[in-house]
């Protein structure tokens, strides 16, 4: 374990980590359940919990988000902390706003992918925040919705990030 006062250090797949807390709704988990659904070694979500209490996003207890602390980090932090940069046409699972629940609401020429051979979409190819997210999501739709905002914050123009923005708040905030 960390020691009081030593930095933090947010990883990426901490973010994931987090995510997933969001999307469980307060239900009850076992960092074994968690290690299984993201595809994460118990020890590295020990340790992830650890690294998300020290910066303030869950609570001591580590049970409870920080809902504002944690939307103004995604909002406002996360593109510099693990920024997105587009990479070359590739098949893959859609993220930012070519995810279905959001593509009916932005029109763009563009599609984004998490680049997988699993993918039913070509696109422009954007590294996820870990590399097992889309294993991950496979079978967590919600926790897919998420992330594809999330990169849609990382990624998209001004109106993408809006619509994300909202979509993140009701998401975060609705969860208190």
């Known amino acids: 374990m960390m020691l009081a006062g030593r ?4 990883k990426p797949q901490d973010v994931v980590l987090l995510i997933k807390l969001i999307v469980l709704r307060h ?8 290690a299984h659904a993201l595809k994460i070694s118990a ?8 690294r998300l209490r020290l910066c303030g996003l869950i609570s001591f ?4 988000v920080n809902s504002h602390a944690v939307l103004e980090f995604l909002v406002h932090g996360l593109k510099y902390v693990f920024p997105a940069h587009a990479g070359t046409v590739r098949l893959g699972i859609p993220t930012a706003h ?3 629940a959001h593509s009916s609401v932005v029109a763009s020429e563009t599609d984004y992918v998490w680049a997988t051979e699993k993918g039913t979409l070509r696109g422009i190819s954007i590294p ?3 590399s097992n997210v889309p294993n ?7 926790l897919h919705e998420a992330l594809a905002l999330i ?7 001004v109106r993408e990030k809006k619509i994300a923005e909202e979509r993140l708040e009701r998401l975060i905030v609705g969860n208190e």
Do not use: C, Q
Request: aromatic share 6%; net charge negative; glycine share 4%.
């Open 43 to 50: 020890s590295e979500i020990s340790h992830g919990l650890e």
């Open 128 to 130: 996820p925040l870990y």
């Open 136 to 142: 991950a999501v496979e079978d967590d739709e919600k």
């Open 27 to 34: 239900k009850n988990w076992r960092i074994s359940d968690l």
């Open 98 to 100: 070519s995810f279905m």
């Open 61 to 64: 207890d580590k049970k409870t």
């Open 151 to 157: 990169d849609a914050l990382r990624i998209g123009k």
């Open 7 to 10: 930095n933090p250090s947010l």
